[in-house]
């Protein structure tokens, strides 16, 4: 379900909190946005107020709840108002969990933080087709702003041709098409790296991040 495109890996903008900023930046070119309903994260968007416009998206861009550890009422909540299109799990997740979602109907993209080789390992236990890779920090599941070594989503790629490897941790204007060009990804995912606070875009740095996606 997460956007395939022909040019460049699909490029992802997360932790979206406002209506109007969701509307400037899927002008901009995103192919996807990310909402964080995770009540510890610095960008988290309380389910009732997303829910008051995320339905007016749909058909415009890909929606993907970011989640952590989630309780079954949100998931039923987000599955059966069909608010978002992915869900997008960051916790401790296991793989029996992920396909019980798939079995429901729901489309899943499974976060794994990674710090070598052996962490690669989990990629091949968990049953969705696309995985997103993000630096080791254990307890604060993404949004750290923090790099892991570009190598690992090579190798990655490599031991499991059949999934789709997005690209998170540490990005920014002046590193994506670097790390595109090393890694060919699926898909990138940003969030810091184009803020001016936590949860508020920078539209400028949105807009450079995007065109220089599209330049790798």
Not at 154 to 171: D, N, R, T
Not at 198 to 210: A, C, N, R, S, W
């Given at each position: 379900?997460?956007?395939?495109?022909?040019?460049?890996?699909?490029?992802?903008?997360?932790?979206?909190?406002q209506?109007?900023?969701?509307?400037?930046?899927?002008?901009?070119?995103?192919?996807?946005?990310g909402i964080n309903f995770w009540p510890k994260s610095k960008r988290y968007l309380p389910v009732e107020k997303a829910s008051l416009w995320l339905p007016e998206l749909r058909a415009e861009t890909t929606l993907v709840a970011v989640l952590v550890n989630p309780d079954r009422p949100l998931l039923d909540l987000l599955i059966q108002e069909s608010l978002v299109h992915i869900l997008q799990l960051h916790g401790d997740e296991s793989p029996t969990?992920?396909?019980?979602?798939?079995?429901?109907?729901?489309h899943v993209i499974k976060a794994?933080?990674?710090?070598?080789?052996?962490?690669?390992?989990?990629?091949?236990?968990?049953?969705?087709?696309?995985?997103?890779?993000?630096?080791?920090?254990?307890?604060?599941?993404?949004?750290?702003?923090?790099?892991?070594?570009?190598e690992l989503a090579?190798?990655?790629?490599?031991?499991?041709?059949?999934?789709?490897?997005?690209?998170?941790?540490?990005?920014?204007?002046?590193n994506i098409r670097e790390a595109i060009l090393q890694t060919h990804p699926a898909g990138v995912d940003v969030a810091s790296g184009v803020e001016s606070a936590?949860?508020?875009?920078?539209?400028?740095?949105?807009?450079?991040?995007?065109e220089q996606a599209r330049l790798a």
């Open positions: 379900m997460f956007p395939d495109t022909a040019t460049h890996p699909a490029i992802k903008i997360c932790g979206i909190t209506e109007q900023q969701a509307r400037d930046i899927i002008s901009l070119g995103a192919d996807a946005l969990e992920v396909g019980q979602l798939l079995d429901a109907g729901a794994l933080q990674v710090r070598d080789r052996e962490s690669l390992e989990q990629i091949g236990s968990f049953p969705c087709d696309t995985i997103l890779l993000d630096a080791f920090n254990p307890g604060l599941y993404g949004g750290t702003g923090e790099t892991f070594p570009w090579v190798i990655a790629q490599e031991q499991f041709p059949e999934k789709k490897i997005i690209l998170s941790g540490g990005l920014t204007p002046a936590p949860g508020i875009k920078d539209l400028t740095m949105v807009q450079e991040f995007i």
